[in-house]
């Protein structure tokens, strides 16, 4: 994926995200809008593997290495961040409070991201940082929506 798309893709997903937090801090839990954000950041980090050039063995171990390590730490914090948030059910189901951390979280990663991808552009290591970054952002908001499910199956009993 080129930067440019890249960009523009990143965009839309914290426009999303903006946009959800807008609507309120207390939303109702909805299958299909909670899961929207992480099937596009799973697309965009799926994207971004697919076109790096890993010649040898070893650097597809290390891109492999980086996804699981970043994954993994993004998947803990998620599910940290998912502990810390309300949960309450009403007539109409499982009402959660939202706040804008996950927003600016995920926004300084990205950045971060693009900060190394700029000043090292063409190096190894960027390309490792850059998975890893995505991976962390990803497993954040993977590990957040696990838990805010988990949590609706839970209240639904």
Same mark, same amino acid.
């Given at each position: 994926?080129?930067?440019?798309?890249?960009? *523009?893709?990143?965009? +839309?997903? +914290?426009?999303?995200?903006?946009? %959800?937090?807008?609507? %309120?801090?207390?939303?109702?839990?909805?299958?299909?809008?909670?899961?929207? !954000?992480? !099937?596009?950041?799973?697309?965009?980090?799926?994207?971004?593997?697919?076109?790096?050039?890993?010649?040898?063995?070893?650097?597809?171990?290390? +891109?492999?290495?980086?996804?699981?390590?970043? %994954?993994?730490?993004?998947?803990?914090?998620?599910?940290?961040?998912?502990?810390?948030?309300?949960?309450?059910?009403?007539?109409?189901?499982?009402?959660?409070?939202?706040? *804008?951390?996950?927003?600016?979280?995920?926004?300084?990663?990205?950045?971060?991201?693009?900060?190394?991808?700029?000043?090292?552009?063409?190096?190894?290591?960027?390309?490792?940082?850059? +998975?890893?970054?995505?991976?962390?952002?990803?497993?954040?908001?993977? %590990?957040?929506?696990?838990?805010?499910?988990?949590?609706?199956?839970?209240?639904?009993?």
């Amino acid at each position: 994926m080129n930067p440019q798309s890249m960009g *523009y893709f990143s965009l +839309i997903i +914290i426009f999303l995200m903006f946009a %959800g937090v807008m609507r %309120g801090k207390v939303k109702h839990f909805n299958p299909v809008m909670i899961w929207l !954000v992480p !099937v596009l950041l799973l697309s965009m980090t799926a994207e971004e593997v697919l076109h790096i050039p890993a010649a040898t063995p070893a650097a597809q171990i290390s +891109i492999t290495l980086a996804l699981i390590v970043g %994954g993994c730490a993004g998947l803990g914090i998620g599910l940290l961040r998912g502990k810390s948030m309300h949960f309450d059910s009403d007539a109409n189901g499982m009402i959660y409070r939202n706040s *804008y951390a996950s927003v600016i979280f995920f926004t300084v990663v990205l950045l971060f991201k693009w900060a190394v991808s700029a000043f090292f552009a063409g190096s190894p290591f960027a390309a490792l940082l850059s +998975i890893a970054l995505l991976a962390v952002s990803c497993g954040s908001i993977v %590990g957040r929506r696990i838990f805010i499910t988990y949590k609706a199956v839970q209240l639904a009993k």
